[in-house]
């Protein structure tokens, strides 16, 4: 199970976009399953910080808060 530290929107991206691609999915799939236009997608898989993201991320740094996502890799044996 892939893991990353998020330090940063730029993290949480590159996370976003690993599992899509090892999901065989692409940027208008991903985006057509959860109701979000494609356009969304790309914004986020380039950690294009908003405003909520940079403030998040300065919260979590100044109290000292780590944040590790994972995810599991689809390899289709299921």
């Not at 208008?28 to 790309?42: K, Q, T």
């Amino acid at each position: 199970m892939p893991a990353l530290q998020a330090r940063k929107p730029k993290d949480v991206a590159a996370l976003i976009r690993a599992a899509r691609e090892d999901r065989g999915l692409s940027q208008g799939e991903l985006a057509e399953l959860v109701a979000f236009s494609r356009d969304y997608m790309v914004d986020l898989e380039s950690g294009r910080p908003t405003v909520y993201m940079a403030r998040l991320f300065r919260v979590l740094h100044e109290l000292g808060i780590t944040v590790t996502l994972e995810y599991e890799v689809d390899d289709g044996k299921s």
